[in-house]
């Protein structure tokens, strides 16, 4: 059995990008491993390092789900499940900050750059948000994982988690796996469709750049029809002259299962408006029957958090046993 872990926080709005670049990419990785037991939490813990308002992480938390059960997560072979669901995770996340030199987490560049965008951190920025590779490092460990799927941002922090367990075996005897790191290949890379050189951002305040996953048909044609593009009325690729008709080719070709080269030969003469407008039916043929599933899920919330309480009911039977090794180890009060 090949156990593959990975974490997603239910903050951001996920959008198009997400789901052709990273969504589906797991979920073939999941398909395509013999044997994979796919452990997928919605991280809601991480998500309180920093604040939030309560009814719009609740529902996120929910929106979340129904995104990944809609992208095709086999929910009853794999476990899908929220952080808090599962009080391990904080448990033994306290475990690993008691074990961590602060020195580990000073040097995490996320935290770093995250920090730099506060002003007067020091007072402003939670002790949670400093402590968190702690908390990923117990999701992971818990779990035995082999795999941890993640974009390059996180690759610091599973190399953290490894350390944690290294220290953690070294000290009480072996119990902990170290994981392996598994970067996401990023196969579609989708950028901003007003400011078509940047990524396309899950964080932006703006809204007009990314097609999110819940926006309504009109945004999405309407996004698409004010992309920013170029004078030259030609339907060519050229990522670096012409990054805004590239991006939407990019974006008409994951979408449609068509290669570049034939959508530059169709449209080469057609006009952006034309050629837009096709972008826009091909994106909301492509989205519709997602959001029709998604929408199933959400509408249904009693079968959706039968699912999640299932989901974290079966993480915690797997978590559980090795939080009580980990805590009598130590020396905890744990009665087995
Ligand atoms: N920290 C990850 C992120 O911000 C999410 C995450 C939490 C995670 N726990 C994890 C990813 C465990 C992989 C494994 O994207």
Redesign the pocket.
Known sequence: MTRI?????PTNTLHIGNLLGSILPWQQLVTNTPDAEAYL?I?DQ?AITIKQESEVLHSKILEVAAIMLAAGVDYRKHVVFP?SQNPDHAYVGWLYTCLTPMGWLDRMT?FKEKKEKVEGYKEAVSTGLFA?PT??AA??LLYD?DM????A??KQ??EL?SDIANRFNSLYGQTFKVPNFHTNKETTKLFDLQEPTKKMSKSDASDAGRISLTDTVDAIRKKIMKSVTDNEAVVAYDAVNKPGISNLLSIFAAVSKKSIADLVSTYHDAGYGKFKGDVADAVISYLEPFQQKMNAFLSDKAELQRILDDGAARAYKVSHPKTLEAAAKMGLYIHA
Request: no cysteine; charged share 10%.
């Open positions: 872990f990975t974490g997603l926080q939490m991280a991480h952080q996320q968190y908390l990923m999701d992971i994982a941890v799927p993640v974009g941002d996180q922090h599973v988690t």
